[in-house]
């Protein structure tokens, strides 16, 4: 594997659309969210519709999620809600180094439009890309089958080795994103501070929570 051309600096593009969604501050109480899509109100707790075409992220209400994603080849597809976490993941010390990602964290998700498998890390610059090569990922996909699983486009697996740590998550797309935001706004200096130390570990701890425990392997 190696880094692509703009390696080292944030991913242009849509990818921009998703950080800042990541970004995005929470709705005042005085203010009325409202779904991108029809323009009716929406909960708090709402869907979001990825665009595949530009990897761009709408939050909707319900009926939009079920009216466009039901749609015979709809460019919105939902993105899911479940967080799984991988039992028994088989991923050695070595064959993460040969991935080539400088940080302890990482995501990967299948790209419809790019027909490949993009690996995205978070900086405090926002998600940057690496190039993943299509043995890379079949090497680890054999060895955890649960990867199969996969929705495209909406849905990634998530590692977190920092600190130790030895934790991987089938995760929706737009919680991935919420720890590249996390990340960016928290930062300090070059070793991100205690600040960011400590938002990093509650985004894991609310996953944690959160997860159904799953075998990776089906051992």
């Not at 919105?76 to 039992?87: E, K, Y």
């Not at 040969?98 to 998600?127: C, D, K, N, Q, W």
């Not at 501070?193 to 997860?211: K, Q, T």
Request: proline share 7%; charged share 25%; hydrophobic share 40%.
């Amino acid at each position: 594997m190696s880094g692509s051309p703009g390696a080292g600096a944030p991913a242009p593009g849509p990818l921009g659309t998703l950080r800042r969604l990541a970004d995005r501050r929470p709705v005042r109480a005085a203010e009325e969210e409202r779904c991108e899509l029809c323009g009716a109100p929406i909960p708090a707790d709402h869907p979001h519709l990825l665009e595949v075409s530009t990897r761009s992220l709408r939050c909707g209400c319900r009926g939009c999620a079920v009216l466009f994603s039901s749609e015979v080849g709809s460019r919105w597809r939902v993105v899911p809600t479940r967080v799984r976490l991988l039992a028994d993941f088989r991923l050695s010390d070595e064959d993460w180094d040969a991935l080539l990602v400088p940080v302890g964290m990482a995501f990967f998700h299948r790209s419809t439009p790019a027909e490949r498998v993009i690996a995205l890390y978070p900086s405090p610059a926002g998600a940057t890309e690496s190039l993943l090569t299509l043995d890379s990922w079949q090497a680890i996909e054999a060895a955890n089958p649960v990867l199969r699983e996969l929705q495209p486009d909406v849905e990634a697996l998530l590692v977190n080795r920092v600190g130790g740590r030895r934790e991987y998550y089938t995760a929706p797309i737009d919680e991935c994103f919420r720890l590249v935001g996390v990340i960016r706004s928290r930062w300090k200096g070059l070793s991100g501070g205690s600040e960011a130390d400590e938002a990093i570990g509650a985004f894991f701890a609310e996953l944690r929570a959160r997860a159904e425990v799953v075998e990776a392997n089906g051992a």
